[in-house]
């Protein structure tokens, strides 16, 4: 054991057993001085002389003690001891004011630590992988995360780079072209829908992830033909009961039985981290084989990297790789331009603009508590300054009052903290239960220790901050003037008055910059609830209609589709219906879609976003058709289909939206043109805003559900006007012979799927709309402290000039004109700071400018109402006073 | 000397006296510690005695010196002080430090001006 680490423990018992080690040294020092005094009168002392001698020899005074308990102790723990219970006590006396400031505080707090939070899940913290750092996200070509079929890459491309490529210790996909319970759970009691991802096989070792129970896949069961599957840890819970003995059962889809060998660990929740606000329930296998590579762009592909490899060399090399392969696969295969990106600002790289924004505005609003504490601090300062003044008088120093007044916000500040926590427990709980909300890692927001320390760390800074500007007003050697000064009640607010008004004009700002902001986002988000979306989300459900395995010929299948949507009209209250592969906001795909006939430049062909619809599609999704016409349930049925087979589109009608008949026919009118691959259009839809609210259309392009077999997913959607359970009823009583195993408890409104596009949105202009409301709170205290306590502190003065004629209404006037012009000042500089500040927010903002004069027009109007709410009520208490009665108060 | 001088020599070397005393006298009690110091330096130390039990305190934190309490010649109950293990070490290590130090001033002090 060091020595100065002895010493400090010995110090720590010291401090707990004081009255045995003080009695130890009275007996000590007692035994030194009556052993000197002998000593002294064997020399010839009187005994009295003797002990009177020894005893300033010694030195054995009060002094002494103190030194000696200074040396063996922690003094400054007995000083803080000292200072808490000062502390405890003055808050006892003035509990309203300790009550209001712990509740303002842990307020603030409590945002701070929540979006703390937040800001760690979503970019601080490592994904929950094992050595996130070197997995990359390989994505094709440099594009918007929106267009799935350009990012994604071919299958033989993967084998290739797998086999050629240096830079990769290993590579893994999955197949983000699943839809939401593409398989069907049967062999329970009620069927259910799940949702499935194909990965590769090494898939979750490329990741590091380890499984809760069982094993990863291996290379065995590389080629799909085994039927296994990995659970995800919600479904083990939700679905198999978490039976940990569940490992080697089997469960039933509709595409045959599965083996389960794997249980991942609740840590790694796919849908949180790839598919945010979606649930993934089970992973299979997807092979890399010839077969799957026909099928074109199919695979989302994450590396990680060989240790040593930056991503920049693996950029390079696997680049000229890419291109090289690409080269010489011309004509056998997609096209290829590898694109890496660290995998986690894949993940969270969108909504980091979003983030850091909210931080900044906790910050903003934690500055406006602590200039509340700091002026309501200042306030009660200045009457306390007598009982400081007695203290210094009684030998304080300076310091040791700083001290105590510093001590005093920080415990102010650590009970906010612990209501803060409170707060934020509930807070975090509450945005991890988020469903539908399409935010990555919202699932993994908790308060950890990370967030503690924060916290503790962070509410006494806060304390120390707000704390520092009364302290520092502690009277210096000011003893007379102080014990005076606060007798006449007068010069004392004159002196810090500047202060006070300072730091509620710096509050005001604040809130104004917060106000604008808030008022941007707010405006940008109105703006995308009134964008023209192309069809209409209400009163329309959807639901998986996926036709059984059994049904195994075209024909079977499209007599079930025609079967079914018959049914389904039949039903009273609906008022249409149709089936689509492709929902908006959903998985989607592009392919080239060109006019027939037309040579295009190289990186000039167009492409279209694809969907395969049944007959009443575009009625029952509320999609207006411009033009010609739409599927109609007796268009012919060609007599062979292929899938993936490009010839399929022979013979085939195909709708096109306003923007494809723009781009690719140039106006000219399309209807009885043909597409490259040779369908007919036959009509125009308008445009539907399917990729998000904010995006564009493009081109889109319609094929028939009964002409082609290209397509992955089933969805019914149905415009209705029941109740969702009436309908839920009608659809399982009127699909009973036809569909037995539908799940109607999978079924969503449309509207839903709309709601989860604006989510993320959403969450932000909440959370910020909350801060800005809270702002404003905080600020309207604030003014209405310091125009009341400058009102307290003038009685007298108002008294005189009323004494001398002043009306009530002119008094009442000045307090208003002070008020408003403290509100002036801070509108003032908050414009000049959010003017500066809103061009950040540009990012985030649809269909509004930065510098929007509405919004900051709406400002100036709310900080004034606030402003003037907040000095009316002082104004009013002045106007009140009675001259006789403020001239005698004193 | 004045009371100044006094204390900043004490302050530090009162830790190695203490210590060196202990070592050559074996256990003492405080009231012995702070006479024999003052005999052998000739009462030009001489300060309050009580400071020596700052220092005892100290060393005993340190664990350089052990405290018990005992029976004095004149049968006082009084707390004798003995050298630990560690504190001989400790003395060795600052006796070195000291005679280096003092070596090195004394050389310092012994130079003669050197011709420009």
Not at chain 1, 80 to 86: I, T, V
């Amino acid at each position: 054991m060091s020595t100065s680490l002895s010493r400090f423990l010995s110090r720590v018992r010291a401090y707990f057993s004081k009255t045995d080690l003080d009695a130890d040294l009275n007996q000590e020092l007692e035994a030194h001085v009556a052993m000197l005094a002998e000593e002294n009168v064997k020399n010839g002392m009187s005994p009295e002389d003797a002990r009177r001698a020894a005893l300033i020899r010694v030195g054995a005074n009060e002094s002494t003690r103190e030194q000696h308990r200074e040396e063996r102790g922690l003094p400054w723990l007995d000083t803080l001891n000292q200072d808490l219970r000062y502390t405890f006590r003055a808050m006892r006396k003035d509990l309203g004011f300790a009550l209001f400031a712990i509740l303002i505080v842990g307020l603030g707090i409590g945002a701070s630590c929540t979006i703390f939070s937040v800001v760690d899940a979503l970019l601080l913290r490592p994904l929950p992988f094992n050595d996130p750092a070197a997995l990359v996200w390989v994505q094709n070509h440099q594009v918007s995360d929106e267009d799935l079929s350009g990012q994604t890459t071919q299958v033989d491309y993967v084998r290739d780079l797998r086999r050629l490529s240096p830079s990769w210790k290993a590579l893994g996909a999955y197949m983000p072209f699943y839809g939401i319970g593409d398989v069907l759970m049967v062999g329970t009691t009620k069927p259910v829908r799940l949702t499935r991802v194909g990965v590769s096989d090494n898939f979750f070792d490329m990741l590091g992830v380890n499984m809760l129970a069982g094993r990863n896949f291996n290379a065995q069961e590389a080629d799909g033909k085994t039927k296994v599957i990995v659970v995800s840890y919600n479904f083990w819970k939700r679905e198999l009961g978490a039976n940990p003995n569940i490992i080697g059962s089997t469960l039933r889809f509709d595409d045959g039985a599965y083996q389960i060998v794997g249980v991942l660990p609740r840590t790694f929740d796919f849908g949180d981290v790839f598919a945010p606000g979606t649930k993934v329930d089970v992973f299979a296998v997807f092979p890399l084989d010839d077969n799957t590579n026909k099928w074109g762009n199919t695979l989302a592909v994450i590396g990680r990297l060989n240790p040593g490899v930056t991503i920049a060399n693996a950029q390079s090399e696997t680049g000229a790789l890419g291109k090289r392969l690409r080269d010489e696969h011309k004509n056998d295969r997609n096209d290829y331009e590898p694109y890496l990106k660290p995998l986690s600002e894949h993940i969270s790289g969108a909504v980091r603009p979003a983030v850091i924004l909210l931080a900044c505005a906790v910050g903003v609003v934690m500055l406006i508590v602590c200039a509340n504490l700091s002026n309501l601090l200042l306030a009660r300062g200045a009457s306390r300054q007598k009982e400081l003044a007695i203290r210094s008088a009684l030998g304080a120093t300076r310091a040791r009052l700083i001290r105590q007044m510093l001590t005093e916000s920080v415990v102010l500040s650590i009970y906010g903290a612990l209501l803060g926590l409170i707060l934020a427990f509930v807070g975090t709980r509450g945005l991890a239960q988020l469903s539908g909300v399409s935010i990555p890692m919202l699932g993994s927001v908790a308060v950890d220790l990370k967030a503690l320390a924060f916290t503790v760390a962070f509410a006494i800074l806060t304390g120390i901050f707000f704390g520092l500007v009364p302290a520092m007003h502690v009277p210096a050697n000011r003893l007379n003037d102080s014990l005076q000064d606060s007798n006449r009640g007068s010069s004392t607010g004159r002196q810090h008055a500047w202060m006070r008004n300072a730091i509620v004009v710096s509050e005001i700002a604040l809130a104004s910059v917060l106000v604008v902001g808030a008022g941007l986002l707010i405006h940008s988000f109105l703006r995308v609830l009134d964008v023209n979306i192309g069809f209409h989300p209400e009163h329309a459900v959807t639901l998986r209609v996926d036709p059984a395995a059994n049904l195994d010929t075209k024909a079977k299948v499209n007599a079930y589709f025609l079967d079914l949507l018959q049914h389904v009209n039949q039903i009273p209250g609906v008022s249409a219906a149709g089936i689509t592969d492709a929902l908006p906001y959903g998985t989607n795909r592009t392919w080239g879609a060109g006019e027939k006939g037309v040579q295009y430049k190289p990186g000039e062909f167009p492409f279209a976003f694809i969907g395969i619809v049944s007959p009443g599609y575009f009625k029952a999704m509320g999609i207006p058709v411009i033009r010609g016409r739409v599927f109609e349930m007796d268009d012919p049925i060609p007599p062979q289909i292929a899938v993936k087979d490009n010839q399929y589109q022979h013979d085939a009608y195909a709708v096109i939206n306003e923007t494809m008949a723009r781009n690719v026919f140039h106006g000219e009118d399309p209807i009885g043109r043909q597409t490259n691959g040779g369908a007919t259009i036959i009509g125009i839809v308008g445009d539907t805003r399917h990729l998000s609210l904010e995006k564009d259309s493009g081109n889109e392009l319609y094929f028939s559900i009964i002409q082609t077999g290209d397509w992955a997913s089933a969805n019914l959607v149905v415009r209705t006007t029941l109740p969702n359970n009436v309908l839920a009823t009608q659809l399982k009583n009127a699909l009973a012979p036809i569909a037995p195993d539908l799940a109607v408890g999978n079924m969503r409104t449309v509207q839903s799927l709309v709601d989860k596009a604006v989510s993320p949105r959403r969450f932000v202009v909440m959370l910020l709309a909350g801060f800005a409301a809270f702002a404003l709170i905080l600020a309207s205290l604030g003014i209405y402290a310091v125009v009341s306590y400058s009102v307290s502190q003038r009685t007298q003065e108002i008294g005189i000039r009323m004494a001398l004629g002043a009306s009530a209404a002119s008094v009442r006037g000045a307090v208003m004109k002070q008020t408003l012009l403290l509100g002036a000042i801070g509108m003032c500089i908050g414009i000049v700071a959010a003017a500066a500040l809103s061009s950040l927010l540009t990012a985030l903002l649809f269909g509004v400018h930065a510098a929007d004069v509405a919004t900051f027009g709406v400002m100036l109007v709310v900080i004034t109402l606030v402003a003037v709410v907040a000095g009316y009520f002082p104004a009013r208490r002045a106007s009140l006073i009675d001259p006789i009665i403020a001239l005698r108060s004193e | 000397m004045t009371e100044q001088q006094k204390s900043e020599i004490l302050q530090g070397t009162l830790d190695l006296m203490v210590l060196k005393t202990l070592d050559a006298m074996g256990s003492m009690h405080g009231y012995g510690i702070a006479r024999r110091i003052e005999q052998i330096s000739a009462e030009a130390l001489a300060v309050n005695q009580g400071t020596i039990y700052l220092c005892l305190i100290r060393l005993v934190q340190k664990k350089w010196i052990s405290a018990t309490w005992g029976v004095s010649e004149n049968n006082r109950k009084a707390k004798f002080y003995a050298i630990t293990k560690r504190g001989r070490k400790q003395l060795l290590t600052e006796t070195e430090n000291w005679e280096r130090v003092a070596g090195v001033i004394g050389k310092v002090l012994k130079l003669e001006p050197s011709e420009r």
